[in-house]
């Protein structure tokens, strides 16, 4: 999509915020068979919401479940948390390895009209940051407490 192409050589997030996901239990890590990593993702509480701030797999590990994988742990380790219950993110509405990706992993769509004002929020400053406009939305997931129906 060449109108994302800037994106390729956009930095991540600052090692800081990993850290502190790091320091709060909120950072998955996926390993090859070297037990090198090859995958993460990094989350933040936000009240009763476990947001992913970003999820990655190295190109030569992808296509084998690893961001499915990662998704399934930060969900169970959301479950064990007290008081958490859902699973929040912002992602492109229709790049294949975005929204339709979180959507097969349990992730809904959360229109404009029930989002919070943090999500709403962050669609506002990723557009402004240069996402194109429309191109960005919010997704939800419930999560389902260990023994619950």
Same mark, same amino acid.
């Given at each position: 999509?060449?109108?994302?192409?800037?994106?390729?050589?956009?930095?991540?997030?600052?090692?800081?915020?990993?850290?502190?996901? &790091?320091?709060?239990?909120?950072?998955?890590? %996926?390993?090859?068979?070297?037990?090198?990593?090859?995958?993460?993702?990094?989350?933040?509480?936000?009240?009763?919401?476990?947001?992913?701030?970003?999820?990655?797999?190295?190109?030569? %590990?992808?296509?084998?479940?690893?961001?499915?994988?990662?998704?399934?742990?930060?969900?169970?380790?959301?479950?064990?948390?007290?008081?958490?219950?859902? &699973?929040?993110?912002?992602?492109?509405?229709?790049?294949?390895?975005?929204?339709?990706?979180?959507?097969?992993?349990?992730?809904?769509?959360?229109?404009?009209? %029930?989002?919070?004002?943090?999500?709403?929020?962050?669609?506002?400053?990723?557009?402004?940051?240069?996402?194109?406009?429309?191109?960005?939305?919010?997704?939800?997931?419930?999560?389902?407490?260990?023994?619950?129906?």
């Amino acid at each position: 999509m060449p109108a994302l192409a800037w994106l390729a050589h956009a930095d991540g997030l600052p090692p800081a915020v990993h850290a502190g996901c &790091i320091a709060h239990g909120l950072c998955w890590v %996926a390993v090859d068979g070297r037990d090198q990593p090859v995958g993460f993702l990094s989350a933040r509480q936000y009240g009763a919401d476990l947001h992913v701030l970003e999820i990655s797999v190295a190109h030569p %590990a992808q296509g084998r479940g690893l961001g499915r994988s990662l998704l399934a742990a930060a969900h169970e380790g959301a479950a064990r948390l007290p008081g958490l219950a859902r &699973i929040t993110l912002t992602t492109f509405r229709t790049v294949g390895w975005n929204g339709p990706f979180y959507a097969r992993a349990g992730f809904r769509l959360l229109p404009p009209a %029930a989002q919070d004002a943090r999500l709403a929020g962050l669609l506002r400053d990723e557009e402004a940051g240069g996402f194109p406009p429309g191109s960005r939305c919010a997704m939800v997931r419930d999560v389902i407490l260990a023994g619950a129906p």
